[in-house]
């Protein structure tokens, strides 16, 4: 009773639902099998009358919309008048296929635009891409390359899209995701400013929470460019949440996005936060920037490589005696690093007397490594209070977040398409991964 009108009459409502009902119904008796036998055939029968369903929902509920006549003239958004010029068909692509929506389209004289009421009804379209649309190819890109993006998203989802519109669609998406980020540093530098009340961090309370950060060279915009990458982590009964941010930013500004990265995995409200990272300058400038006061861990593999560089230099590698000589030396280092005993280390390799210039010059390097880095190599003291003392984490990162998908055979980059990539394989990648249709309804907006 509550679908009839007075009068008896049935409710537009009642009537959209009997016409999909019947659409429906003629569809299975004609998709219907007498007889399917296995599992495979059961499995496509049903995906393939599902398919069918979802088109026929999507062309009533399209058509119900109408073409937004609104009379001769409507509302343009200036105040003025516009004034109604004809039909205008235009192409939508959604997660059910294409379809072509005929739509009323109105021009002012006034601010000299066009508009139609429909497309304001149907919300952000990305060209002919709708939203949900948009956040697939996001996701499919940021795993594979275009043109085999758009092969696997054909096959998977049956939506049919070009390299070159996915392309447009990732750098779209990876574009918003870096304004999104540059939002998250604002607030968080208002904040420090007492702009902003001192909160709980976005994704709470840690425990322990390590840092760290390194660099990975891309080829783009014609050069060879080096790509930065950070991670927030803590370890999790066994398991890894690793949290990422990329970009080609010079190492300023990556700094301050380093710490931005460590604010959102909870940083502000866990006294117990680390970097780890290798020997590199820039590194360590940043990290004593915002994190002087954290507990901060040379990775104790390269260290290792820098002794066994002096260990060739010293003993020799041309022979079995040469190389067991030296690998006698570096493990016994290697050792008293473990035991906290670095200022040990740092007397046995001045007390080398080099021989050649090669010897002292890099028995010169590698003291000044050590002693500048004396208080990042306590490695009894980190791992018992539950440390990293090797950046494996990172390094996995690097090629997970930025190897895997930016550097294979062939590829080049423009650096706006660079940029928006790192932003997209980081989120990826991370645990705390985005809402991608929420991501690509608001780049869409934005666009």
């Not at 280092?333 to 007397?353: F, H, N, T, Y």
Request: charged letters at 30%; hydrophobic letters at 35%.
């Amino acid at each position: 009773m509550g679908d009839l009108l007075d009068g008896g009459k049935l409710s537009e409502r009642e009537v959209q639902i009997r016409r999909i009902l019947k659409r429906v119904e003629e569809n299975l008796r004609r998709e219907w099998d007498e007889e399917p036998t296995t599992l495979d055939e059961i499995e496509d029968e049903s995906q393939r009358i599902g398919e069918a369903v979802k088109e026929i929902i999507e062309e009533e509920r399209l058509d119900h919309k109408g073409t937004g006549y609104a009379g001769v003239h409507c509302p343009c958004s200036c105040g003025a008048p516009a004034r109604f010029i004809g039909m205008y068909a235009r192409r939508l692509v959604t997660r059910s296929g294409e379809r072509r929506v005929l739509r009323a389209y109105y021009h002012c004289v006034s601010c000299r635009k066009g508009l139609c009421p429909l497309d304001a009804q149907l919300g952000p379209v990305f060209g002919c891409f709708s939203v949900q649309v948009c956040a697939l190819a996001t996701r499919f890109s940021s795993y594979l390359p275009f043109g085999q993006a758009c092969r696997e998203m054909e096959e998977v989802c049956g939506v049919r899209i070009s390299p070159s519109s996915m392309r447009r669609i990732a750098l779209l998406n990876g574009l918003q995701m870096e304004k999104d980020w540059s939002a998250k540093e604002a607030d968080l530098w208002q904040q420090k400013e007492g702009a902003l009340p001192k909160d709980v961090a976005p994704r709470g309370r840690v425990k322990q929470l390590h840092v760290s950060l390194d660099g990975v060279m891309v080829f783009c915009g014609g050069e060879w460019r080096e790509a930065k990458l950070g991670v927030a982590y803590q370890n999790k009964h066994g398991q890894i949440e690793a949290n990422y941010y990329g970009t080609l930013a010079r190492s300023e500004a990556f700094g301050r996005r380093l710490r931005t990265l460590a604010y959102v995995n909870g940083a502000d409200h866990c006294a117990n936060v680390a970097v780890v990272a290798d020997g590199s300058v820039w590194i360590w400038l940043e990290a004593g920037k915002y994190f002087a006061t954290k507990t901060q861990v040379l990775d104790f593999y390269h260290v290792s490589e820098h002794l066994w560089k002096l260990a060739r230099l010293r003993f020799g590698d041309r022979t079995q005696t040469d190389r067991r000589k030296g690998a006698a030396w570096v493990s016994h280092q290697k050792e008293r690093l473990l035991e906290d005993e670095a200022e040990a280390v740092i007397r046995s390799i001045a007390r080398w007397s080099a021989k050649t210039q090669e010897q002292r010059d890099e028995q010169r390097k590698l003291l000044a490594y050590l002693r500048e880095h004396r208080r990042r190599l306590r490695y009894k003291t980190f791992r018992a209070a539950g440390w990293h003392i090797g950046s494996g984490v990172m390094e996995a990162g690097c090629k997970a977040v930025v190897q895997s998908r930016m550097k294979g055979a062939g590829m080049r980059w423009s650096e706006q398409g660079a940029q928006a990539m790192l932003h997209l394989r980081a989120a990826v990648c991370s645990e705390h991964r985005p809402n991608f249709v929420d991501l690509a309804c608001r780049a869409t907006l934005a666009a």
